[in-house]
């Protein structure tokens, strides 16, 4: 298990061009949190990414990464809601050059050795001499997934990576992201889809730069009082956005959420009152009766079935 990747926005505020964008924001992942960042257009989402890769500085406030400011800290991996592919190339040969300008303290045979390793973990070892222009756009992802993990960064931030996917695809990238969490990583994902929220263990709610909400996705209905994940987004135009924020801020469960902070991922679901929090994978999760599953071994048989999907 990664010990780095401890990720927080403390109070932060963002002003441009005279417009408040984020007003007091609020969170902090832990390794192995994979939380989903959710809000209408607008909410802030773009600029709250930008803070965190120390794009545009918060006017007031903070965003660290495992202590120090993020623009001084180490790498937090990026991938963006647009592929930046060349489609001619093969996915090795995409990745062998992301590897000549990412690693170059590296030895020919050690980049060659982590391009298959990060190919193992996003399922494209079998795509290896296939070019980018013939794959699908669930597998292109995994290919801007797998540039990003050549470093081995503790913290992955994406941008809507699932958009434009069917709900199989989105459920299986989403089932990834989950098992990169699982191994270690920090993962902060903005997305519009509502189907797989139980994959995560955190979900951070904007609207209008006020956070409306951050905990567990067990607790987000009954929060918001709608049945449905999908209703989230229609009950924010209930109240005003700033209503929204002065009831989180008031609410036991940022008490909780913030206890939490020193656990163990294993661990939330006491902290939280739901079982979700330690809930594994359906990549990782042990079968009944059985001994648990060997993460490796889990991460090869989820692989196979997003293949079978593709």
């Known amino acids: 298990m990664n010990t780095q990747g401890s ?5 932060a505020d963002v002003h441009a061009g005279g417009v408040h964008i984020l007003k007091q ?11 989903a ?10 600029t709250l990414i930008k803070v965190l890769l120390g794009l545009r500085e918060p006017k007031t406030g903070s965003a660290r990464f ?3 400011a993020v623009k001084d800290a180490g790498p937090i991996g990026y991938v963006p809601q647009d592929d930046a592919l060349h489609r001619t190339l093969t996915v090795e040969q995409a990745l062998w050059y992301a590897a000549l300008l990412r690693l170059q303290s590296l030895e020919a045979l050690a980049r060659q050795k982590r391009i298959e390793s990060v190919c193992k973990q996003v399922g494209l070892s079998a795509r290896l001499d296939v070019k980018i222009g013939r794959l699908s756009g669930g597998q292109r992802k ?6 990003e993990l050549l470093t081995e960064p503790p913290v992955l931030i994406l941008d809507e990576p699932t958009s434009g996917l069917d709900p199989g695809l989105e ?10 969490a699982d191994r270690g990583h920090t993962l902060l994902v903005s997305t519009h889809a509502m189907q797989s929220l139980e994959q995560c263990h955190l979900c951070l709610v904007l609207v209008e730069g006020y956070v409306a909400y951050f905990g567990p996705p067990a607790s987000l209905v009954a929060y918001f009082g709608v049945e449905r994940y999908e209703e989230v987004f229609t009950r924010l135009n209930a109240h005003k956005p700033d209503a929204w924020g002065r009831r989180y801020s008031a609410s036991p469960l940022r008490g909780q959420v913030r206890a939490r902070s020193a656990r163990p ?3 939330r679901a006491k902290a939280f009152g739901e079982a979700v929090a330690t809930r594994p994978s359906p990549a990782l999760a042990p079968s009944a009766g059985k001994n648990p ?3 490796d071994e889990a991460l090869r048989a989820f692989k196979e079935s997003l293949d079978s999907h593709e």
């Open 7 to 11: 990720l927080s926005v403390t109070a």
């Open 25 to 35: 924001v609020s969170f902090d992942l832990r390794p192995g949190e994979l939380c």
């Open 37 to 46: 960042l959710l809000g209408p257009s607008g909410s802030g989402k773009s």
């Open 66 to 68: 495992d202590g120090k």
């Open 142 to 147: 995994r290919v801007s997934v797998a540039m």
């Open 171 to 180: 459920a299986k990238m989403m089932g990834l992201f989950r098992a990169l």
């Open 265 to 267: 991922v294993a661990e």
């Open 293 to 295: 599953v060997d993460p």
